[in-house]
């Protein structure tokens, strides 16, 4: 039996929110308000947990909003830094050509601990959380394991495991998502053996809608529903990518959300975990302590499901 984890991006009106420009405080309040208790009353519901990696910045500007659900057992609630910037430049292959990617991203390790501990400082001061999980914005090949720097930094400021490992090396992710034979993977040699990258394998809502469109939510849950069959007869461990933003966008009654946690209820034998309980259980385990990775690729054919 696998392991599947269900993480929030929780970004509207910030730089990952596609549509931030055209949102001003009022109108994130008001999306951010109705996703935070659509979304808990759903997951109650089924009873499957989930992590809402929030920013800082809406943080600051809807604490109440998340406050009245930190009681619900089914949610938890992890950073996703203060005003999402990536932690490092982005670089992979393209069409035969070499690009940096154009998004917002800290210059300096002192902007990068800004990031981090402010969002800390917040988190303790409006939810009484410490957080010690992050998603990183956007994301990288092979995450953070190259700057051994940034992480002394995230370890010092209390993170323990993230996901930032998502890109495949040669080609966007938006065309061709980091595949599920990579295993969430410690950083040892780097002087961080407790510090676990969770990666971000498959479609996620986003990355789907900008290769297929945003009208093609049925196909991304088919997609989701084979993947999760996979996961039920592996070892693997899947940590979905969902965004505020886009749920809302496709319906502000979180339809896909509900018809993935009805089918696993109904169809599936999954372990499902918050990504807190998830490192809990992952750091004892020898694929961790032994950096161990995977072989064997998983692909479907995509536009079967369109």
Same mark, same amino acid.
């Given at each position: 039996?696998?392991?599947?984890?269900?993480?929030?991006?929780?970004?509207?009106?910030?730089?990952?929110?596609?549509?931030?420009?055209?949102?001003?405080?009022?109108?994130?309040?008001?999306?951010?308000?109705?996703?935070?208790?659509?979304?808990?009353?759903?997951?109650?519901?089924?009873?499957?947990?989930? !992590?809402? *990696?929030?920013?800082?910045?809406? #943080?600051?500007?809807?604490? $109440? &909003?998340? +406050?009245?659900?930190? =009681?619900?057992?089914?949610?938890?609630?992890?950073?996703?830094?203060?005003?999402?910037?990536?932690?490092?430049?982005?670089?992979?292959?393209?069409?035969?050509?070499?690009?940096?990617?154009?998004?917002?991203?800290?210059?300096?390790?002192?902007?990068?601990?800004?990031?981090?501990?402010?969002?800390?400082?917040?988190?303790?001061?409006?939810?009484?959380?410490?957080?010690?999980?992050?998603? !990183?914005? *956007?994301?990288?090949?092979?995450? #953070?394991?190259?700057?051994? $720097? &940034?992480? +002394?930094?995230?370890? =010092?400021?209390?993170?323990?495991?993230?996901?930032?490992?998502?890109?495949?090396?040669?080609?966007?992710?938006?065309?061709?998502?980091?595949?599920?034979?990579?295993?969430?993977?410690?950083?040892?040699?780097?002087?961080?053996?407790?510090?676990?990258?969770?990666?971000?394998?498959?479609?996620?809502?986003?990355?789907?809608?900008?290769?297929?469109?945003?009208?093609?939510?049925?196909?991304?849950?088919?997609?989701?529903?084979?993947?999760?069959?996979?996961?039920?007869?592996?070892?693997?461990?899947?940590?979905?990518?969902?965004?505020?933003?886009?749920?809302?966008?496709?319906?502000?009654?979180?339809?896909?959300?509900?018809?993935?946690?009805?089918?696993?209820?109904?169809?599936?034998?999954?372990?499902?975990?918050?990504?807190?309980?998830?490192?809990?259980?992952?750091?004892?385990?020898?694929?961790?302590?032994?950096?161990?990775?995977?072989?064997?690729?998983?692909?479907?054919?995509?536009?079967?499901?369109?």
């Amino acid at each position: 039996m696998g392991m599947f984890l269900i993480g929030y991006d929780v970004e509207c009106g910030t730089p990952g929110d596609h549509f931030h420009a055209s949102k001003n405080v009022e109108m994130v309040q008001k999306e951010t308000e109705k996703f935070v208790s659509t979304a808990s009353a759903i997951h109650e519901s089924y009873k499957i947990p989930a !992590t809402f *990696f929030i920013c800082g910045d809406l #943080l600051s500007k809807t604490s $109440d &909003i998340f +406050k009245a659900h930190v =009681e619900n057992p089914y949610l938890d609630f992890q950073q996703h830094t203060w005003s999402h910037k990536s932690l490092k430049p982005a670089v992979v292959t393209h069409n035969g050509r070499v690009d940096l990617f154009d998004w917002p991203t800290a210059v300096t390790l002192d902007e990068i601990r800004w990031e981090i501990g402010e969002t800390n400082k917040l988190f303790k001061e409006k939810l009484g959380i410490t957080c010690r999980g992050l998603s !990183t914005p *956007f994301a990288y090949f092979m995450g #953070l394991a190259d700057r051994p $720097d &940034i992480l +002394k930094i995230l370890h =010092e400021e209390g993170i323990e495991y993230f996901r930032s490992f998502h890109l495949n090396k040669e080609e966007l992710s938006i065309r061709e998502p980091l595949p599920f034979e990579y295993h969430p993977f410690s950083h040892p040699t780097q002087g961080f053996p407790t510090m676990i990258d969770f990666c971000i394998k498959g479609y996620s809502d986003v990355t789907w809608a900008l290769r297929f469109g945003w009208d093609a939510a049925d196909g991304f849950v088919s997609y989701i529903k084979q993947a999760l069959h996979l996961i039920e007869t592996s070892d693997y461990v899947w940590t979905l990518v969902l965004h505020d933003w886009s749920m809302m966008k496709i319906s502000d009654s979180l339809a896909v959300v509900d018809e993935i946690l009805h089918y696993i209820t109904k169809n599936l034998d999954l372990e499902v975990l918050t990504f807190d309980s998830a490192y809990d259980k992952l750091l004892k385990s020898p694929m961790i302590a032994q950096n161990m990775g995977r072989t064997v690729d998983w692909k479907i054919n995509v536009n079967k499901l369109l």
